[in-house]
Nanobody
Framework: QVQLVESGGGLVQAGGSLRLSCVVS??????MGWYRQAPEKQRELVAT???????NYADSVKGRFTISRDNAKNTVYLQMNNLKPEDTAVYYC??????????WGKGTLVTVSS
């Protein structure tokens, strides 16, 4: 059974930084990424990264967030800088296998106060 465990969420003031981590129990994933869901909104893509290191970001976080991964540790990170109140959401780790099966973590809450 594949498990994704997120950590690093919390409460931060606007302009502050947080670093999210997600450890995956197996090393079979091609694309890993972060999604978020704010109250009463749909889940949306934040950033993804391929096993080779190619990245993709939502326009709303470009220049502020950085996704990275350590394949040896089966871990993906999301460094979030200059956080804004509109970044408040539950952040979910996602991992997609080479056979295009997607797995999700349970989420970690990020709250940005103004």
């Amino acid at each position: 059974q594949v498990q994704l465990v997120e950590s690093g969420g919390g409460l931060v003031q606007a302009g502050g930084s947080l670093r999210l981590s997600c450890v995956v129990s197996r090393s079979i994933f091609n694309v890993m990424g972060w999604y978020r869901q704010a109250p009463e909104k749909q889940r949306e893509l934040v950033a993804t990264i391929t096993r080779g290191g190619n990245t993709n970001y939502a326009d709303s976080v470009k220049g502020r967030f950085t996704i990275s991964r350590d394949n040896a540790k089966n871990t993906v990170y999301l460094q979030m800088n200059n956080l804004k109140p509109e970044d408040t959401a539950v952040y979910y780790c996602n991992a997609r296998s080479f056979s295009d099966i997607a797995y999700w973590g349970k989420g970690t809450l990020v709250t940005v106060s103004s």
